[in-house]
DNA sequence: TACAGAATATAGTCTATGCTATATTCGTAA
DNA sequence: TTACGAATATAGCATAGACTATATTCTGTA
């Protein structure tokens, strides 16, 4: 292999490397918003309303945490919410908690089917879902589907 | 279901939920350490040294940005450095890398043998590598090898 | 060898995500 | 109805991880 050869094949690399690190930046940056909606709807389907201070108690973290993020995600049109009350899901937000819930739901079915103990799969399917591509999610609907 | 079952049930969940997201959050605090020991090793086996500027290229985030993060790596422990030389790995560091090496490459493996094309494949292991528990990870070996 | 360009260092800034301490408001049981 | 405990708000702080701009040092080539 020539000296020029290696150079390209090394540019290649990066540029294919830098692409895959770009996706997993961009995959946290959503992730704990995908948490937190999808627990939101959670929350209110179970108790009928959303409070700062179950969320805390879910996530185990303090209630500033969790008003600090709500409040973020209310920046971002995902959340609605007054002084003392509790926590709404806008439309858009309430799409992005049934997609995560969904794809949640995938992954721990997957993990389960593939053998997985329950604990662990639950585990694991917590911080997997984050970082599943369309093409994967579609394996693992198959496999589960042939594996049941 | 009476009051108090329900309220020792939630208690229950809310406790369960909080060990999953502390794994979530400690995953997430060692991601990026490992993926730089992983990257600084194998910068080193292909060019015989570790630059800030190749790592900063592979990541696709800018040099001061690697020199922060390799000023942490090196206050825990994991690399060594002097000024404007390149980065090397303590035993410690070498130890993270390869298993989180290994770790890579069963998952990346994992996810072809599933049938996961490869550019998806290779970019979901990148995220998925560091949410794996033991249990996962051997479910995924022995799948991987009665589907090679 | 000298110098131009590459690499590295440093200063300063920003956002996200976490915390504690304290103040305020809410909701319910007496 | 009120008072107390629970919930929420707010102020202040810290760290990780990102950036740009500028200064310094190194290194390969002319
Ligand atoms: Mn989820
Ligand atoms: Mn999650
Ligand atoms: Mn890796
Ligand atoms: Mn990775």
Known sequence: MSKSETKTSSAKN?????????????????ELAEDYLEM????????GEARAVD??????????T??????RLKRDGLVTSQPYRSIFLTPKGKRIAD???RRHQTVLQ?????????DSAE????GIEHHIS????KAMREFTKKNA
Chains 1, 2 share one sequence.
């Not at 969790?66 to 409040?71: F, L, N, Q, R």
């Open 99 to 101: 997609n995560a819930r």
């Open 40 to 47: 939101i709807d959670d929350l209110t389907s179970a108790n």
């Open 134 to 137: 369309p093409a994967t999610l």
């Open 110 to 118: 997957f993990l389960l089917a593939l053998g997985v103990p329950a």
């Open 123 to 126: 585990i694991d399917a917590e």
């Open 55 to 64: 969320i805390a108690n879910q996530l185990g973290v303090s209630h500033v």
């Open 66 to 71: 969790v008003t600090k993020t709500v409040a």
């Open 14 to 30: 990066a540029v294919v490397a830098k692409a895959r690190f770009a996706r997993i930046r961009n995959d946290h940056a959503k």
